[in-house]
C-alpha cells in the first residue's frame, strides 16, 4: 500500500502495481498536506503493509469512524465516504483538477486531527 503514496506529489494510486484497470476503474486521487502529514507520521510508525491500523490490527471498513467523524453535520447523510473518493479521484489528466475539493477536504482533515 504505502508504494502507492505519492508523498511528494500528494496524489495515491488506488489502482495497486500489477493490476489491470477494469470498468469499475481505481482512479489516482489527490490529497491534502494535511493528508500527507497524517500519512507520513502513520508510515513512520507503520506495523505492516497496511497503511491503516487500529490496536495492531489492519481495519478493513472505515464505516464506524466516518460516522462520528461526521456527526454534527448540518446534511451529514448526504456525505458519505462514496461521495468524498469520488470528488478527489481524477482520471488521467491535470492533477490540479478538483483543487477546491481537495482543499476543502484538506481543511476538513486538519480540524479533525486537531479535536
Known amino acids: 500500500m504505502w508504494e502507492r503514496i505519492g508523498f511528494n506529489s500528494g496524489i495515491i494510486r488506488l489502482n495497486p502495481d500489477g493490476r489491470a484497470q477494469t470498468k469499475k476503474y481505481r482512479p489516482e486521487v489527490r490529497v491534502g498536506p494535511a493528508v500527507i502529514e ?7 510508525k507503520r506495523q505492516g503493509e497496511h497503511g491503516i491500523m487500529f490496536r495492531g490490527k489492519h481495519v478493513h471498513r472505515l464505516d464506524t ?11 451529514a447523510s448526504r456525505v458519505t465516504l462514496y461521495s468524498l473518493r469520488h470528488t478527489v479521484a481524477l482520471r488521467p489528466h491535470d492533477p490540479n483538477y478538483l483543487r477546491k475539493s481537495v482543499d476543502f477536504l484538506d ?9
Open 38 to 44: 497524517v500519512l507520513l507520521k502513520a508510515h513512520a
Open 65 to 75: 469512524g466516518w460516522e462520528v467523524a461526521r456527526k454534527g453535520l448540518a446534511e
Open 107 to 115: 481543511e476538513l482533515i486538519s480540524f479533525c486531527v486537531r479535536a
